[in-house]
C-alpha cells in the first residue's frame, strides 16, 4: 500500500533469496563442461577454500540419501551438498563471473555463494531467469516500452527491451528440463498440472523469505513473500511465494494465453537420453529405474550401465544348476553362447523353448564374470563359460 510504504519491493528490496540463486551455479557447471548426469555423492561434507578454510553446508532437513546422485538430481530435490560440490568443481570464481553477466551483484568466491547467500531484487531474478526462458540470451527489463496520446501518434520512442547472450542455447535448454523436473517432482510439485497444456519451469527458495521463480516459453515471473524488517519468514518458498505464483500465472494465462506455450524451444544439439539414476549410465534392459533427460551429445554417457546387468545363466534361468545348463550356440567370435536348460523327455531327448539339430549337451564346468573392453573402447559385461567334453565325438 504506498500510503504506508514507498518502498518498491520489487526493484529495491535487496534480499538474499536462497535456492531460486542455484540454477545460476548449476549453469556454470554445465558451461564448465559438467554433465546433468554426472554423479556427486548426497552425504554430510567439508570443503576446503582458500587453502585451510573450512565449510560444511547442510541440506534442508539434515537429510541425506547417502549415496551419489546425479547434478541433475542435485537441483531438483535443492540439495546442497551437491550444488556447492558442482560449484567447486566449476571453480568459484567461474560460478562468480558469470552470477555477474546474468545481472546480479558479483558475489565473493566462496563456497557459500552457491546456496544463494548474495543479495538480490525480484526483478534482479526475474531479468536473470529470463536467459533460461529465452534460449540463453537475458532480457534487459524496460518500464515502458511506448507511449501514444488520444490520437495515436507516438510520445515517445519505441523502445525494445536490449537484450545479451549469457550462456549458450543448450545450457539453457538443460536448466530448464532439471527445471521442469523441479515442478514434476521437486520442490515445487505443487503446481504440477496447475497450468493445463502448458510448459512450466521453476524454482523455489528460502531464506528469512520465501521465493519463487518460474516461467512459461513467453513469461516469467517471480514472487517474494516476506517481511521488510527482515524478519524470519518461517515459511518455505513452496508454502509462501509458490501459490502466489501459481494463481498469478493461472489468471494471466486465462487473459493471455499467447503468453503460454506447449513447449520450450529445444536446440538441434539437444538429445534425450534414458539414463539409469544409480549410475549415470545409459540405462541397460535390466535397469530397475530410469530417466529420460536432456542433455548435448557432448555431455551424454557413452557406456551403457552394467552394475544391474545379472550373470548370464541367472538372466535365462535363474533356479537352474549350471550342471543343467546346456550350449545350444557358440557365436562366430566365440565370445557369446546360447543356453537352455536341460529337460530329459521318456526319448532321452533335451527339450526346451529352443532346440537346435545336432547339438549334444555339455555340461558346464566352470563360468566367470568379468568387465572388458570392446572393439570400441566401451567396456562390456562378458560371461565365459569354459566347458569340458569327454566324448569322443569328432
Not at 520442490?187 to 528469512?208: E, P, Q
Not at 520450450?264 to 539414463?275: D, L, Q
Request: aromatic share 6%; hydrophobic share 40%; net charge negative.
Amino acid at each position: 500500500h504506498y500510503g504506508e510504504s514507498q518502498l518498491n519491493r520489487a526493484t529495491d528490496a535487496r534480499r538474499q533469496p536462497g535456492s531460486v540463486y542455484k540454477p545460476f551455479v548449476y549453469a556454470a557447471a554445465l558451461e564448465g563442461g559438467i554433465s546433468p548426469v554426472t554423479l556427486f555423492a548426497d552425504a554430510p561434507r567439508e570443503f576446503t577454500y582458500d587453502v585451510r578454510s573450512k565449510y560444511r553446508p547442510a541440506n534442508y532437513g539434515n537429510s541425506y540419501a547417502m549415496r551419489d546422485v546425479m547434478l541433475r538430481t542435485g537441483l531438483i530435490k535443492s540439495l546442497n551438498v551437491v550444488t556447492v560440490d558442482a560449484a567447486m568443481r566449476a571453480g568459484l570464481p567461474r560460478v562468480a563471473a558469470l552470477v555477474e553477466r546474468f545481472g546480479l551483484a558479483k558475489p565473493e568466491p566462496y563456497p557459500s555463494l552457491a546456496l544463494g547467500t548474495s543479495e538480490a531484487t525480484p526483478l534482479e531474478i526475474a531479468s536473470a531467469y529470463t536467459a533460461f526462458a529465452n534460449g540463453g540470451t537475458r532480457a534487459r527489463p524496460v518500464a515502458v516500452s511506448h507511449a501514444t496520446d488520444a490520437g495515436g501518434l507516438s510520445l515517445i520512442a519505441e523502445s525494445a527491451a536490449p537484450a545479451e547472450t549469457i550462456i549458450r542455447p543448450a545450457t539453457a535448454y538443460m536448466i530448464t528440463d532439471m527445471l521442469t523436473g523441479v515442478i514434476n517432482e521437486g520442490t515445487a510439485r505443487a503446481a504440477r498440472g496447475m497450468l493445463k497444456g502448458t510448459a512450466v519451469a521453476g524454482k523455489t527458495g528460502t531464506s528469512r523469505d520465501g521465493w519463487f521463480a518460474g516461467y512459461t516459453p513467453h513469461l516469467v515471473c517471480v514472487v517474494w513473500v516476506g517481511f521488510d524488517d527482515n524478519e524470519q519468514l518461517g515459511l518455505t518458498g513452496a508454502e509462501s511465494a509458490l501459490p502466489v505464483w501459481s494463481e498469478f500465472m493461472k489468471g494471466t494465462l486465462e487473459l493471455r494465453p499467447e503468453l503460454g506455450g506447449a513447449a520450450f524451444m529445444r536446440p538441434s544439439s539437444i538429445t534425450t537420453v534414458e539414463i539409469d539414476p544409480e549410475t549415470g549410465l545409459r540405462a541397460s534392459p535390466t535397469c530397475p529405474h530410469r530417466e529420460h533427460i536432456a542433455v548435448t551429445s557432448a555431455l551424454a554417457p557413452g557406456t551403457e550401465c552394467y552394475t544391474h546387468q545379472q550373470p548370464l545363466e541367472m538372466v535365462a534361468y535363474n533356479d537352474v544348476p549350471l550342471e543343467e545348463i546346456v550350449v545350444l550356440e557358440e557365436s562366430a567370435d566365440h565370445d557369446a553362447v546360447t543356453v537352455v536348460p536341460r529337460t530329459q523327455s521318456s526319448t532321452g531327448e533335451s527339450t526346451g523353448a529352443v532346440r537346435v539339430p545336432a547339438l549334444r549337451a555339455v555340461p558346464v564346468a566352470a563360468k566367470s564374470t568379468r568387465v572388458e573392453a570392446s572393439t570400441n573402447g566401451r567396456p562390456r559385461l562378458t560371461n565365459e563359460i569354459k566347458i569340458e567334453d569327454d566324448s569322443s565325438e569328432p
